[in-house]
């Protein structure tokens, strides 16, 4: 396979997209849209821009959610990651139902198949990556649809429609499993 040296300023090679549920701190549901994050174990891992708004609530109020979206979910992904919580209710505005989660003080999305209850133990800044901000947290609780499992309460790989997100900075787009 031959290959080139590209000279990108980001390299999104198919991340999954989830949207974070949070309370603000009038206690206000609100969501954005990302598509850096990871889980290992009991562990959640999510990267955000420092300025953030939704980044900067987290840190504020410790819990949330992390609600993995399928592919009808595309308006709710654009108009979360186009929108910022500082200036409207973006779930006044878009079709998502929070429901408040009975483990930490978050909402989860009723409408997102999977949702991984979140609790924040870590905040990493470092110089060496300005103007970004990971957060870790311990993961207290998951909820997984019905449609997601088989008949032994095991995943259904196949049952999975999730977004990746794929892009350079400048073509972007998202494709899923299916």
Same mark, same amino acid.
């Given at each position: 396979m031959k290959k080139e040296n590209v000279y990108y300023d980001k390299l999104y090679y198919g991340f999954p997209i989830v949207l974070v549920s949070y309370y603000d701190t009038d206690g206000t549901p609100n969501v954005t849209t990302i598509s850096s994050s990871y889980t290992l174990? *009991?562990?959640?891992?999510?990267? %955000?821009?420092?300025?953030g708004?939704?980044?900067?609530?987290?840190?504020?109020?410790? *819990? %949330?959610?992390?609600?993995v979206v399928d592919s009808s979910q595309v308006e709710a992904v654009n108009f979360c990651g186009k929108n910022t919580g500082a200036e409207c209710k973006k779930f006044d505005s878009i079709h998502l139902t929070p429901v408040p989660s009975k483990v930490v003080n978050a909402p989860i999305i009723e409408e997102c198949p999977i949702s991984?209850?979140?609790r924040l133990t870590d905040v990493i800044e470092s110089e060496n990556h300005m103007g970004i901000t990971n957060i870790l947290a311990k993961i207290k609780g998951r909820l997984v649809s019905e449609a997601y499992l088989n008949d032994s309460g095991r995943l259904n790989v196949s049952a999975f429609d999730n977004l990746f997100y794929v892009g350079d900075g400048d073509s972007k787009g998202y494709r899923n499993m299916k």
């Open positions: 174990k *009991d562990m959640m891992a999510l990267g %955000f821009s420092t300025k708004y939704a980044l900067n609530r987290i840190k504020e109020v410790s *819990d %949330f959610v992390v609600n991984i209850e979140c």
